[in-house]
């Protein structure tokens, strides 16, 4: 019993009392990072995805995590509640490209930074990243012409396959690069980056992959004009 009280009163005296202007500056400082952080995935992010669209979770993402970190960093039986609560709240999320998996660790990780008071760090650290990602696109850099995503489904997946559709892409187009391909029983989606070098090349694919079957939908999507 006298264990049991000791314990108890080891949580009480755990907690800190959270200054509440050191909490609105790292608030702010989060809200602004996290903007920086969305405008730099639009500009040299590399997703099919939408990526305006994605990039707006950012802010709400770095700012809860950080509310979260603050909160439960001054109390050991808040951070022990945490641990309850996150075994039995399942959080799901279609992630199907890396790239987009990365910007949202380094979203949570600005929150926890700021969660935990490391300004400092957490501020060299989001410049530094920022500067890698920064020269890695200068360096890998940009093709002008390659700037069309060709996604192909088809709802009967046994009667069109991989092959035609690349051989069709390869006739007409002077570049083809393979960058998701998804087969199930009910359906068959295969996205490609590709490069026309006229209109003229780009119709004459579209018509030779509508050859291929009567339920296949042909999408392009300008990457550039996503961001």
Not at 150 to 161: A, F, I, M, R, Y
Not at 194 to 206: C, H, I, P, R
Request: one cysteine or more.
């Amino acid at each position: 019993m006298n264990k049991f009280q000791s314990f108890q009163e080891f949580l009480a005296t755990q907690s800190t009392e959270v200054s509440v202007l050191g909490f609105a500056v790292n608030l702010l400082i989060a809200a602004i990072l996290a903007v920086l952080l969305s405008m730099l995935y639009v500009r040299f992010g590399r997703s099919i995805s939408n990526r305006k669209l994605f990039a707006g979770n950012f802010l709400a993402l770095t700012m809860t995590t950080m509310f979260i970190i603050t909160i439960v960093k001054s109390s050991l039986a808040l951070s022990l509640g945490l641990v309850g609560a996150l075994s039995i709240v399942r959080f799901r999320a279609a992630i199907k490209e890396p790239e987009e998996l990365s910007y949202l660790f380094l979203a949570i990780a600005i929150g926890l930074g700021l969660g935990a008071d490391q300004r400092v760090i957490t501020l060299v650290a989001f410049l530094g990243i920022c500067l890698a990602i920064f020269l890695r696109s200068r360096m890998r850099g940009r093709e002008e012409n390659e700037n069309l995503h060709l996604t192909v489904t088809s709802h009967n997946p046994g009667k069109v396959d991989l092959g035609p559709i690349a051989e069709s892409l390869q006739a007409h187009a002077s570049s083809v690069k393979l960058k998701r391909f998804d087969e199930t029983d009910a359906a068959l989606e295969v996205t490609f980056q590709v490069e026309f070098d006229s209109f003229e090349n780009l119709t004459a694919g579209k018509t030779a992959l509508n050859a291929l079957g009567d339920d296949l939908r042909v999408s392009f999507l300008d990457s550039r004009g996503l961001g």
